[in-house]
């Protein structure tokens, strides 16, 4: 037999050989396995949601310290504005001067610490039907902010009540919950003015978004205690000047009654001979608002140490839980990919959402399109019943027509599922051949030096 013709056998014996695949095993799907039942299911609209419910599955959750910040919420104590030294305008008993203030407009009332807000939300019975409001009453923490449970904490310090009931609607959206409610301000405790001297009941009045005039402050005091009109006054403490109304114009002006008072304002009635005793009204006033800032500075660093130090420990626990997930030594749940992926890799499931299909098959850097079955993808899961002894469901995804990947977006992967890609027919036929190529050119070498 000559050389051409022995090489021609080879090739005629060797091609049947391949195309019977001894030599080149395709990995195939098939409900025929070992002492293992393998039961193929099409994954469709309907089968998903089968597949869904009948392996329940709770992702992992991050450590709490990743959901945790570094405030703490700790009381700090209210700072109140210190006025510089009052310029004190001569005064004889014998000549009272009338130095009013000018008539200013308050600006808008803005919430700030202390104040009190009030939360109303609908009720309702367990039968549905419409109960009594709820009322939750928050008071205005030193850092402006108030804590609304499962919200959080809302800052509304420095806004209007219109501006704050805006806040927390976003706060509520944000979050998914029912923004149902109604702001109310119910204590007001941020802003004040003081009087006192010659009235009957010296105190701090509350400054609320009505305007507060000097007659009603001094009504708030019980009234005048003074009869002497002659030389009696009222003096009028604001932003470091000194203002001064002798109770003859006090009485006679209705203006000089309607005089608009700010917050801050301290004003004491007295006469011209009490001067001295005016003064220590108003350095009382000082050294309170002095202690309060002092008070204030003192607990605002005691809560920044506290806040860094709980920052740092915040810091060093997703530290060393992010080097024991890369250790290995964090148990992680996992799920395989192999076949016609572009790299076969063990992908793991994400903390505290589900991965389904269509992550996987697009994710690690997807399939290769010329050489997957697009027409054979698989998910394959294990019984987790010992009865079963590891009964394998195949859930079938034919994507030929794309539109069948939506089904895969809603197909949840559970730990240990095998994701796997068949290969196209001529993939298998093209491997087959490279691998029997090489030998088959060097049998016909072989063939033709003989």
């Not at 039942?37 to 709490?64: H, K």
């Not at 148990?331 to 793991?348: I, K, Q, T």
Request: a neutral charge; glycine letters at 8%; hydrophobic letters at 40%.
């Amino acid at each position: 037999m000559t050389p051409i013709l022995r090489f021609l056998s080879l090739v005629l014996l060797v091609l049947p050989l391949t195309a019977c695949g001894i030599t080149y095993t395709s990995p195939r799907v098939s409900n025929q396995l070992d002492s293992v039942a393998v039961r193929e299911v099409d994954l469709t609209a309907q089968t998903v949601l089968l597949a869904n419910r009948s392996t329940p599955y709770t992702p992992r959750r991050l450590p709490a310290s990743f959901y945790d910040t570094a405030g703490t919420g700790a009381p700090v104590q209210r700072l109140a504005t210190l006025p510089d030294r009052p310029e004190v305008p001569h005064l004889t008993p014998q000549a009272l001067e009338l130095r009013a203030p000018p008539q200013v407009k308050p600006p808008p009332y803005r919430l700030g610490v202390g104040d009190e807000v009030a939360l109303v939300r609908a009720g309702a019975s367990a039968l549905g039907a419409q109960s009594a409001p709820q009322r939750e009453t928050y008071t205005i923490r030193a850092d402006g902010t108030i804590s609304v449970p499962d919200i959080g904490a809302v800052r509304v310090s420095g806004l209007s009540l219109q501006d704050a009931e805006a806040a927390l609607f976003n706060a509520f959206v944000d979050r998914q919950i029912d923004p149902s409610f109604a702001l109310e301000q119910t204590g007001y405790n941020s802003k004040r003015v003081a009087i006192g001297g010659l009235v009957a009941a010296p105190q701090n009045i509350a400054v609320k978004p009505v305007p507060l005039t000097l007659s009603q402050a001094i009504a708030a005091a019980g009234g005048l205690s003074t009869r002497d009109r002659d030389y009696g006054t009222i003096r009028i403490y604001r932003t470091g000047d000194l203002y001064q109304i002798p109770l003859k114009d006090y009485f006679a002006r209705p203006d000089l009654q309607r005089l608009n008072l700010l917050n801050g304002d301290a004003v004491y009635v007295d006469t011209s001979y009490d001067l001295d005793r005016a003064l220590g009204f108003y350095r009382d006033q000082v050294d309170v608002i002095s202690l309060n800032r002092q008070a204030r500075a003192d607990a605002l660093a005691e809560l920044d140490l506290a806040v860094g130090l709980q920052r740092d420990e915040l810091i060093e626990s997703r530290s060393n839980f992010t080097a024991r997930t890369e250790l290995g030594a964090e148990a992680r749940d996992y799920v395989y990919l192999g076949g016609e992926f572009r790299s076969n890799a063990r992908m793991p499931l994400p903390y505290g959402q589900h991965l389904n299909l269509a992550d996987a098959l697009f994710g690690q850097g997807g399939f290769s399109t010329r050489t997957a079955d697009a027409s054979h993808i698989y998910v394959l899961r294990a019984s987790p019943n010992p009865a079963e002894f590891g009964a394998v469901t195949a859930w079938h995804l034919d994507a030929r027509n794309p539109a069948a990947l939506s089904v895969a977006s809603r197909m949840q992967l559970r730990p240990n599922d095998i994701v796997f890609i068949q290969e196209q027919p001529i993939t298998t036929w093209g491997r087959a051949l490279d691998q029997f190529l090489p030998s088959l050119v060097n049998a016909g070498l072989d063939a033709a030096g003989g």
